[in-house]
């Protein structure tokens, strides 16, 4: 497969953005050893901060046993959460979204990035349009011992997709909501030093973010000051090489409902949409 060099620096400068807006969400038990993982990504609304992610990621768990991390932490370093909220994740239902809400003094004291109103793409995603993942998946992690502590070491997966509408009608699809990603497993043999060769497993993927990817006209370069969070990635097709994932608006229906008095922030958005 020939290298793409605009794809190249088009992953490079959506690396750069995101990374600190993107975080590890793990599940622990109760001798603070990790078992499960997805991602997230951060938001702020109000001056309040939240990280959203999948619904089935943080389902079943005590607000307790669920943490919060940049790539490469100590896992018992993670911000107090002090809310949280999912809709769906089952196996048949329509949306998998989730969140969480970070303690304000914590959230400034973790140094991450957290994305504004501003900066979400609210509209359903088009054919073929450029999207960017960044998530942490399984295979990119390892479990090792700090101090007789469990520390969980996560790498992220950095990735530019293609959008894509056709979608097996036994998918339900339903693109007012959904947005679904090409997700090819080919091996790429020219890709440069820095990139993988082939997508992994996306399991540890969910929760991540998906980012419209904007391409400045004057250069067609991507540029990351106009990308824009669409999305929230939940279920991987393997058969279908297509990843899934629910529309940004349906975050933020969520949160209205759980959270009323942020409709004064939220409102605006989704009636422009009506």
């Known amino acids: 497969m020939p290298r793409n060099e605009l794809a190249e620096k088009q992953v490079i400068a959506m690396t750069d953005y995101v990374s600190e807006r993107s975080v590890v969400v793990f599940l622990h038990d109760e001798d603070d050893t990790p078992r499960k993982s997805g991602s997230g990504t951060c938001l702020q609304i109000a001056g309040r901060f939240f990280v959203a992610t999948a619904g089935h990621v943080i389902a079943d768990w005590s607000l307790k046993q669920i943490g919060v991390i940049g790539a490469v932490k100590r896992t018992d370093l993670t911000p107090l959460l ?17 969140w969480l809400e ?3 003094q914590a959230a400034k004291a973790v140094g991450w990035t957290f994305v504004g109103l501003e ?18 998946p399984v295979e990119f992690q390892n479990m090792v ?30 693109h007012s909501r959904d947005v679904f ?22 399991q540890g993927l ?29 279920t991987w097709y393997d ?18 409902a759980d959270l009323p008095e942020l ?3 939220i409102d605006p958005l989704l009636e422009d949409l009506t």
């Open 82 to 98: 002090v809310g949280s909220g999912l809709r769906g994740g089952g196996t048949y239902d329509p949306v998998d979204i989730g």
């Open 206 to 234: 969910s929760g991540c973010g998906i980012w419209k990817v904007n391409p400045r006209l004057d250069t067609a370069i991507g540029s990351p000051d106009s990308a824009q969070l669409a999305g929230v990635f939940h």
């Open 119 to 136: 900066k979400l793409s609210l509209r359903p995603i088009s054919d073929s349009a450029m999207l960017f993942i960044r998530g942490f």
């Open 263 to 265: 409709a004064a922030n």
């Open 145 to 174: 011992s700090y101090e007789d502590r469990p520390l969980l070491q996560s790498e992220p997966l950095n990735y530019l997709l293609r959008s894509v509408r056709e979608i097996d009608p036994r998918r339900y699809p339903n």
């Open 102 to 104: 970070l303690h304000p």
């Open 239 to 256: 058969v279908d090489q297509l990843l899934q994932g629910t529309l940004i608006t349906e975050w933020l229906q969520m949160l209205r």
């Open 181 to 202: 990603l090409e997700y090819l497993k080919d091996i790429n043999e020219d890709a440069p030093d820095g990139f993988v060769k082939q997508a992994p497993d996306a």
